[in-house]
């Protein structure tokens, strides 16, 4: 069984950041396709950003060039940077791990999200 346990989240002005961890445990590991979501309220879950084995990653076109995702494997935990946060950013986070990850030669990655989910983490950015 895939544990997930997120953390990092919390209360930041417009402008600000933070940075979302991802602790993977159990069978699971953080070498697998994993995925960033998040849900605003009374909005359905949405792709934020995923990274495939092999490195190659995708990012919802909101958050491109100001959320960085990346993984250390020594540590076993996929992290989220989120930069040049947006009152519309402020969501539930949740990571999700080895879903199925394809990226064609040249192209972009698509990303599936598995049954393997975090309990999230709430963020909220307000002045």
């Known amino acids: 069984q895939v544990q997930l346990v997120e953390s990092g989240g919390g209360l930041v002005q417009p402008g600000g950041s933070l940075r979302l961890s991802c602790a993977v445990s159990?069978?699971?590991?953080?070498?697998?396709?994993m995925g960033w979501y998040r849900q605003a309220s009374g909005k359905q879950r949405e792709l934020v950003a995923a990274?495939?084995?092999?490195?190659?990653?995708t990012y919802a076109d909101s958050v491109k060039g100001r959320f960085t995702i990346s993984r250390d494997n020594a540590k076993n935990t996929v992290y989220l940077q989120m930069n040049s946060l947006k009152l519309e950013d402020t969501a539930v986070y949740y990571c999700?791990?080895?879903?199925?990850?394809?990226?064609?030669?040249?192209?972009?990655?698509?990303?599936?999200?598995?049954?393997?989910w975090g309990q999230g983490t709430q963020v909220t950015v307000s002045s």
């Open positions: 999700n791990a080895a879903g199925t990850a394809t990226a064609y030669p040249g192209g972009p990655l698509y990303y599936t999200e598995s049954r393997n």
């Open positions: 159990g069978s699971g590991s953080s070498r697998d396709a």
């Open positions: 990274i495939s084995r092999g490195g190659v990653t």
